[in-house]
């Protein structure tokens, strides 16, 4: 954990790499150049972007792979207990140590990058080292001039639920335009497959595909059903049972069955498959803690539940989770500086019988717990603040049979976690 800090730290001081978000491709394709097209190595690419849902498809299909006795690496963002998260290389994930050197040797470069470029050009070195199957990779914020957007001809373009995020690094501050960035520039000749949208996102979306000659999978192609309680992917040829205690949300389980498309149209058998959902479980997304150092802070008949989630569709989709919970719910919350906390949190009214605020640690771009508290008052919930999550455990732990949810943060799920 030390060290994770430290190799963060010493990205965000120095002089050549700016911790601002930048969108141009033409830094770290000079940086490519200079290392002699490392990024050309990859084959089997399989690039996963939009708004909510990347990391939970990319996730459901590498286990789908792995369990096809076959190997892929994988390029996530953010992490969140430790910096190595990032990066999955076949069997392992990158060592503290591999990712200092790789860090070194960009900056020997001596060509100014984003931290995020440089954490795409670890991946890039590294990966391209490795005699992997496939090589998974987590578009930033948008994916026009996003720095994962550098592979000439990826297998596959995983379209995820697009909504009105990352309005914060656009001129126009629309939902056309945010659809524009992350679909307009997708590449032809591949495999496209978009998740499911809302109605009016999904026109959008084929409306900026409409020129591109890859082969387009629609949403159409397969649906999730409820049936007695159980929930199944279908499509034309196969039905699969979703027999997972792990995955608890409509919107996680359509991200486990757009993994389950891709995985069927990889060859890989409707059999493997099915064995290997029961055990996928997605860290800091719906979970229970089961066991740990937070968990034995609250009464046998309290639970807790971590999601980072921070956006309005997450939100929506977490409520209605929640909605079914016939326990008194409470939330702790805390929150980043360029989000939409209004929006957010109005998705909870009538659910959370008391919310308490709090600041993310380690983290100076994060909204205070006054500023949240305020905004949980003008929408007239019930509402205090603390210090921390340990501070907010003191104020809500009692007897009472509860679900406590710790909402709105990545950053403040992998705090937890790692206190956990």
């Known amino acids: 954990m030390l060290q994770s800090i430290s190799l963060y730290k010493q990205l965000a001081n120095h002089k050549l790499f700016n911790k601002t978000i930048n969108f141009d491709l033409k830094r770290i394709k000079l940086v490519l150049k200079k ?50 998260e990032r990066f999955w290389m076949g069997n392992r994930y990158l060592t503290h140590q591999e990712i200092k050197q790789s860090i070194t040797l960009i900056a020997k470069l001596k060509i100014p990058l984003t931290i995020f470029e440089v954490l795409t050009v670890v991946y890039i070195i590294n990966a391209s080292k490795q005699n992997t199957d496939y090589h998974l990779v987590e578009a930033g914020a948008l994916f026009a001039k996003d720095s994962t957007n550098v592979f000439d001809f990826p297998l596959a373009q995983v379209i995820v639920n697009i909504n009105k ?109 099915e064995r290997t959902i029961p055990s996928i479980s997605f860290e800091g997304r719906f979970q229970y803690l ?28 977490l409520a209605n989770y929640l909605r079914n919970i ?44 006054k500023d949240l508290k305020s905004i949980c008052k003008r929408n007239r919930f019930n509402v205090d603040e603390a210090n921390n999550i340990n501070d907010a455990i003191k104020k809500i732990s009692s007897p009472e049979k509860k679900l406590v949810n710790c909402i709105g943060s990545l950053y403040n799920v992998g705090n937890i976690l790692n206190k956990n």
């Open 290 to 317: 089961k066991k740990g150092k937070i968990k034995d802070k609250l009464y046998k008949n309290e639970q807790i539940m971590l999601d980072g989630a921070h956006a309005e569709a997450d939100a929506k989709n």
């Open 165 to 273: 995020q990352h309005l914060n690094f656009l001129k126009k501050k629309t939902l056309n335009e945010v659809v524009y960035q992350k679909v307009g520039f997708l590449s032809n000749f591949t495999q496209i497959y978009v998740g499911k949208q809302r109605p009016d996102v999904l026109t959008k979306i084929k409306k900026n595909l409409k020129s591109n000659k890859s082969k387009i999978n629609y949403p159409n192609s397969w649906k999730l059903l409820k049936k007695n309680k159980h929930f199944f992917y279908r499509d034309k040829k196969n039905k699969i049972k979703l027999n997972t205690k792990d995955i608890h949300s409509k919107g996680l389980l359509e991200n486990l069955c757009h993994a389950i498309k891709i995985a069927l149209d990889l060859k890989i058998d409707k059999k493997v498959i």
């Open 35 to 84: 290392l002699s097209h490392p990024e050309r190595k990859l084959t089997n690419v399989i690039n996963f972007l939009g708004s909510s849902g990347k990391f939970t498809t990319l996730f459901s299909l590498k286990c789908f792979i792995e369990a096809n006795k076959q190997t892929v690496t994988a390029y996530i963002s953010p992490s969140l207990k430790d910096i190595k």
């Open 326 to 369: 016939k326990v008194p719910k409470y939330a702790v919350w805390a929150m980043m500086k360029n989000k939409e906390p209004d929006l957010f949190i109005k998705q909870f009214k009538g659910i959370f019988k008391k919310i308490i605020t709090i600041p993310i640690e380690n983290e100076q771009n994060c909204m205070s717990s």
